[in-house]
């Protein structure tokens, strides 16, 4: 990689662990080497200064399906890793299904790292998958360099990636607690309701998956966590009725951490129109009251970050014409917009960019154990840094996104908020629109 000349940001306006100051960010070997007041700048340095804008450290996305290989018509390496970069994303991490094969054994987690070698314009890394049969590989799988490991407890939605029982998790837990990495769950547990094979109706599809689905497999996961001591994630959490339950189990000493997504903090299942299947997610997305609560178990800490879980397929997969919720494919495509997203909603509500950047960069870092180094504006860390514009208006249109498919909720949308640079260890990679220069991301694996 080609040598940086020394250079400095300077703006009024750093996020950093410690607060929002202003200051001269300190750039050398692709690190931050030092945060200093803008008069303290050594000589050597190449002065930027920003002004008013603001420095984000870039965000740290722990929950995107980029589905190759095998599925390089849903979305892809390039086409994903262009499209954070364009968001302000500097690290992501894959999971383990859509792609083909799916990532649950070292020999599939070889085929992925070959899939991406070339193609990424920002770092990223990978989770492993527990699938029933599956369980002597997850040892090997976490040597290997895997960041956690993934399991649902309902149908994933990708016949290749059947759900894990009480069984399999009882198995693998021992092993994940032993190596400290997360394991992550998709926390649904199905129970008995009347199924419907096919509605229009968004109210149908909300009924069909019941928080009492999201109670059922928090209940039970807390429940192993306790036993087996294992760092356990509850991801894209939706029901906020769970929150009082985490609150306590995380009180009482639980190595739990919990997500949730921009869908389920910004839409409000109030108004998505039937046969709107660019909505469809599971779990869904619900209604205002609980919107609102979701909103207060961040601000509380009960939940600890906020991830994308990019979820994107070849549109006619959506089903748009027939809209059909039960068959449509569930997920939403976000990843380059998750900032915007959220510091719209944030801004009403009286948070600031340092409740963001705590979100969506140090939180989800300290997740995958890259916080050391990753997801803080501070002396030692790598330089991925952004500049924002808090300010700055915009709607969403096809024309802007980078994703490989353009089907989005999010379309036509207006967002306060835009992501004017990005830097990933010091290169520029993303100005005003454009993506810069070839893919100089990392594969991350973990130490
Ligand atoms: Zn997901």
Same mark, same amino acid.
């Given at each position: 990689?080609?040598?940086?000349?020394?250079?400095?940001?300077?703006?009024?306006?750093?996020?950093?662990?410690?607060?929002?100051?202003?200051?001269?960010?300190?750039?050398?070997?692709?690190?931050?080497?030092?945060?200093? &007041?803008?008069?303290?700048?050594?000589?050597?340095?190449?002065?930027?200064?920003?002004?008013?804008?603001?420095?984000?450290?870039?965000?740290?996305?722990? /929950?995107?399906?980029?589905?190759?290989?095998?599925?390089?018509?849903?979305?892809?390496?390039?086409?994903?890793?262009?499209?954070?970069?364009?968001?302000?994303?500097?690290?992501?991490?894959?999971?383990?299904?859509?792609?083909?094969?799916?990532?649950?054994?070292?020999?599939?987690?070889?085929?992925?790292?070959?899939?991406?070698?070339?193609?990424?314009?920002?770092?990223?890394?990978?989770?492993?998958?527990?699938?029933?049969?599956?369980?002597?590989?997850?040892?090997?799988?976490?040597?290997?360099?895997?960041?956690?490991?993934?399991?649902?407890?309902?149908?994933?939605?990708?016949?290749?990636?059947?759900?894990?029982?009480?069984?399999?998790?009882?198995?693998?837990?021992?092993?994940?607690?032993?190596?400290?990495?997360?394991?992550?769950?998709?926390?649904?547990?199905?129970?008995?309701?009347?199924?419907?094979?096919?509605?229009?109706?968004?109210?149908?599809?909300?009924?069909?998956?019941?928080?009492?689905?999201?109670?059922?497999?928090?209940?039970?996961?807390?429940?192993?966590?306790? !036993?087996?001591?294992?760092?356990? /994630?509850?991801? /894209?959490?939706?029901?906020?009725? !769970?929150?009082?339950?985490?609150?306590?189990?995380?009180?009482?000493?639980?190595?739990?951490?919990?997500?949730?997504?921009?869908?389920?903090?910004?839409?409000?299942?109030?108004?998505?129109?039937?046969?709107?299947?660019?909505?469809?997610?599971?779990?869904?997305?619900?209604?205002?009251?609980?919107?609102?609560?979701?909103?207060?178990?961040?601000?509380?800490?009960?939940?600890?970050?906020?991830?994308?879980?990019?979820?994107?397929?070849?549109?006619?997969?959506?089903?748009?014409?027939?809209?059909?919720?039960?068959?449509?494919?569930?997920?939403?495509?976000?990843?380059?917009?998750?900032?915007?997203?959220?510091?719209?909603?944030?801004?009403? +509500?009286?948070?600031?960019?340092?409740?963001?950047?705590?979100?969506?960069?140090?939180?989800?870092?300290?997740?995958?154990?890259?916080?050391?180094?990753?997801?803080?504006?501070?002396?030692?860390?790598?330089?991925?840094?952004?500049?924002?514009? &808090?300010?700055?208006?915009?709607?969403?249109?096809?024309?802007?996104?980078?994703?490989?498919?353009?089907?989005?909720?999010?379309?036509?949308?207006?967002?306060?908020?835009?992501?004017? +640079?990005?830097?990933?260890?010091?290169?520029?990679?993303?100005?005003?629109?454009?993506?810069?220069?070839?893919?100089?991301?990392?594969?991350?694996?973990?130490?």
């Amino acid at each position: 990689m080609e040598r940086l000349s020394p250079f400095s940001l300077s703006s009024k306006n750093i996020v950093t662990p410690d607060g929002i100051r202003p200051g001269a960010v300190l750039i050398e070997n692709r690190i931050i080497s030092d945060i200093v &007041p803008p008069s303290e700048i050594p000589s050597r340095f190449i002065i930027q200064d920003v002004g008013d804008l603001f420095l984000l450290p870039g965000l740290v996305d722990t /929950h995107v399906h980029i589905n190759e290989p095998g599925r390089t018509d849903w979305e892809g390496f390039e086409t994903a890793t262009k499209s954070a970069a364009a968001g302000g994303i500097t690290t992501l991490i894959d999971m383990p299904l859509n792609s083909t094969p799916v990532t649950t054994t070292v020999a599939s987690f070889e085929m992925k790292k070959r899939a991406a070698d070339g193609k990424l314009f920002v770092d990223c890394g990978f989770y492993a998958g527990l699938v029933p049969g599956n369980e002597n590989e997850i040892e090997p799988l976490i040597k290997s360099g895997v960041f956690g490991v993934k399991a649902f407890l309902t149908h994933s939605g990708i016949d290749d990636f059947p759900n894990a029982t009480e069984k399999e998790l009882r198995t693998a837990m021992p092993i994940i607690a032993k190596h400290n990495v997360p394991l992550l769950v998709h926390a649904e547990l199905e129970s008995r309701e009347k199924k419907l094979s096919s509605t229009k109706k968004y109210s149908d599809y909300l009924s069909s998956r019941p928080g009492k689905w999201e109670h059922d497999a928090i209940e039970l996961m807390i429940h192993l966590c306790r !036993e087996y001591n294992c760092m356990t /994630h509850i991801v /894209h959490l939706s029901s906020s009725d !769970e929150v009082p339950t985490l609150e306590s189990a995380r009180r009482s000493g639980l190595p739990l951490t919990v997500e949730t997504c921009p869908h389920y903090v910004y839409f409000k299942s109030e108004e998505i129109p039937d046969g709107a299947t660019q909505y469809k997610c599971a779990p869904p997305i619900r209604e205002n009251e609980n919107r609102e609560l979701l909103w207060k178990a961040l601000q509380n800490g009960v939940i600890n970050m906020i991830v994308s879980d990019h979820s994107p397929c070849p549109p006619e997969l959506k089903l748009l014409n027939e809209g059909n919720f039960m068959k449509a494919w569930g997920g939403i495509s976000s990843l380059q917009f998750g900032l915007s997203i959220i510091w719209t909603e944030a801004k009403q +509500r009286g948070f600031t960019l340092f409740n963001v950047a705590r979100w969506m960069s140090g939180s989800p870092a300290t997740l995958i154990g890259i916080g050391m180094n990753k997801g803080s504006i501070a002396p030692g860390f790598d330089a991925d840094i952004l500049v924002f514009n &808090p300010e700055k208006s915009f709607i969403v249109s096809q024309s802007m996104i980078q994703h490989r498919h353009k089907v989005t909720p999010y379309d036509g949308r207006t967002f306060v908020g835009e992501v004017v +640079r990005t830097y990933l260890r010091g290169s520029l990679i993303y100005e005003s629109d454009k993506i810069i220069g070839s893919p100089t991301g990392r594969i991350l694996i973990r130490s």
